[in-house]
């Protein structure tokens, strides 16, 4: 990755104020599994899922109960072979579970799969039903993304790019790919809809709560772009955010604002301060917290706000942060 961060440098931006955290737990994931991509929390609960490079889809019980493996993507994966395995080389036939959102009426876990697409698992877990492989005929090559609107049940989810797949990120970089997708699926009529096209490296997204307009952010642009989901011209967008490498985008449960994960740079360096940023819809900064201390200058992946409490995703680590904020 370090060679996509000097590839990008030249377009960093600078953000105003870094606020410190106040402390910070981890929660360690079990023996051998590395980067929690995404959290999807179970209302009520500490309890929450995550992915993990080796292809599993963690739940954890809360404190004292730890992880159990819950469920996975890949139809024939070979536990001797996939078990532990690490993000540096993602293997297809283990799958790489990337973002998730649980519909909390329904309990329904949605998961878009790098290499098995988009799909669903069910409150008992095991294997990943699989909604969609492709769209409008293209196949997904990446997909990334998950966001569920809670009063309808419909899902958004983006395919990163129609090319490169998760282990040719460096590659959709230096080629400034921009073949992501923004998709919805209607959970009545279990239809996927492409929504928006050519998006450069569709990372994060995030529904706002009357279902007006999604924040798509895009990896290899830098930014963060706003689609219109009513009025008179749905599906326009306007770019609303800057910041290096934005992921996930997360809606907080109050007052319709999102946590962006991204970076920003060190004045004169060429590496990565690793942040979180609270924005509103319009793409308007409210507060950064500054990840350094913990995480140096590797990327995070979701800052995901939950009981006064900021969780951290990265998928160059093996544990998962806590903030108290």
Request: glycine share 10%; charged share 15%; with cysteine.
């Amino acid at each position: 990755m370090a060679s996509i961060f000097l590839a990008l440098f030249f377009h960093f931006g600078f953000l105003s104020t870094l606020v410190s955290a106040i402390s910070f737990d981890k929660i360690q994931l079990p023996k051998n599994a590395t980067g929690p991509e995404a959290l999807a929390f179970r209302l009520g609960t500490l309890q929450f899922f995550t992915g993990v490079a080796d292809g599993r889809i963690l739940k954890y019980r809360g404190p004292g109960n730890g992880f159990v493996d819950f469920g996975f993507a890949a139809p024939n994966r070979p536990k001797s072979i996939c078990d532990g395995t690490n993000n540096l080389n993602p293997n297809p036939v283990c799958g790489r579970p990337l973002g998730m959102a649980l519909h909390h009426q329904t309990q329904m876990l949605y998961v878009c799969d790098a290499f098995f697409g988009f799909g669903v698992l069910g409150p008992q877990g095991g294997l990943v039903t699989q909604l969609s492989t492709s769209a409008d005929g293209v196949p997904y090559r990446f997909c990334n993304a998950v966001d569920v609107h809670q009063p309808t049940g419909n899902v958004y989810f983006t395919d990163a790019s129609a090319v490169y797949d998760i282990r040719e990120q460096e590659a959709a970089v230096i080629a400034h790919d921009s073949t992501g997708r923004l998709l919805k699926y209607d959970v009545k009529n279990k239809q996927v809809t492409v929504l928006f096209w050519n998006l450069p490296g569709a990372g994060g997204v995030a529904v706002d709560e009357q279902e007006r307009f999604v924040l798509v952010s895009e990896f290899i642009a830098n930014r963060t772009r706003k689609i219109w989901l009513q009025g008179q011209r749905p599906y326009r967008s306007e770019i609303v955010n800057s910041l290096v490498m934005p992921d996930n985008v997360k809606r907080t449960m109050i007052l319709d604002n999102f946590w962006l994960a991204g970076a920003t740079a060190r004045v004169m360096q060429s590496n990565l301060l690793p942040v979180g940023v609270r924005i509103n819809g319009n793409g308007n900064v409210l507060e950064t917290v500054n990840l350094e201390q913990w995480y140096g200058n590797k990327p995070v992946s979701e800052v995901h706000e939950y009981g006064f409490k900021l969780y951290i995703g990265s998928r160059s680590e093996d544990f998962i942060g806590v903030i108290k904020h």
